[in-house]
T-cell receptor, first 113, second 107 residues
Framework: DGGITQSPKYLFRKEGQNVTLSCEQN?????MYWYRQDPGQGLRLIYY???????QKGDIAEGYSVSREKKESFPLTVTSAQKNPTAFYLC????????????FGSGTRLTVV | QKEVEQNSGPLSVPEGAIASLNCTYS??????FFWYRQYSGKSPELIMF????GDKEDGRFTAQLNKASQYVSLLIRDSQPSDSATYLC???????FGAGTRLTVKP
């Protein structure tokens, strides 16, 4: 079955540590997105990519980095520069541009310890 | 800053009633509008999309779009306790979501 796989489901980060969240899709979607969700809040766009080897910053890109070396994969690195990384991270993909609606992964819950 | 706004709620309705969820957006050029349902601790799932002015029905769900007034709404008829969730409105050319409305359907 086609879908988006995010891993790990739970992740704990120590102060000053970089961590990478994985996102893989087998839907043959061109576009992929990373969102952050804080408790009781909506989704905020971190980065998006509409084609391999190209990506753009969203509203809250500071302290995060991404790569898009393969169509299927869009990993997100949370760097030590992100001072408040504890949140629920959601990866999504869509066919073409975002006008087609998203398919979401199951999310990664990141906690700073 | 292009905005998508929703009443944060919570909205509480009795089982069997109609739940009405509303969303306004700031960009008049927006073309596609989506409603996602998110259960607590889970990821959002797409339940409705609408592109044209008017109503679009899918089972118990009806999406309504009024581009002149820049609002989109979601009606849930015969609400069930299983409809209790947060409903997110999205305007996809902006890739922006509203903050969501938490709906509780009481048995």
């Amino acid at each position: 079955d086609g879908g988006i796989t995010q891993s790990p489901k739970y992740l704990f980060r120590k102060e000053g540590q970089n961590v990478t969240l994985s996102c893989e899709q087998n839907l043959n979607h061109d576009a992929m997105y990373w969102y952050r969700q804080d408790p009781g809040q909506g989704l905020r766009l971190i980065y998006y990519s509409q084609i391999v080897n190209d990506f753009q910053k969203g509203d809250i890109a500071e302290g995060y980095s991404v790569s898009r070396e393969k169509k299927e994969s869009f990993p997100l690195t949370v760097t030590s520069a992100q001072k408040n990384p504890t949140a629920f991270y959601l990866c999504a993909s869509s066919m073409g541009n975002s006008g087609y609606g998203y398919t979401f992964g199951s999310g990664t819950r990141l906690t700073v310890v | 800053q292009k905005e998508v706004e929703q009443n944060s709620g919570p909205l509480s309705v009795p089982e069997g009633a109609i739940a009405s969820l509303n969303c306004t957006y700031s960009d008049r050029g927006s073309q596609s509008f989506f409603w996602y349902r998110q259960y607590s601790g889970k990821s959002p799932e797409l339940i409705m999309f609408i592109y044209s002015n008017g109503d679009k029905e899918d089972g118990r769900f009806t999406a309504q779009l009024n581009k002149a007034s820049q609002y989109v709404s979601l009606l849930i008829r015969d609400s069930q306790p299983s409809d209790s969730a947060t409903y997110l409105c999205a305007v996809n050319y902006d890739m922006r979501f509203g903050a969501g409305t938490r709906l509780t359907v009481k048995p």
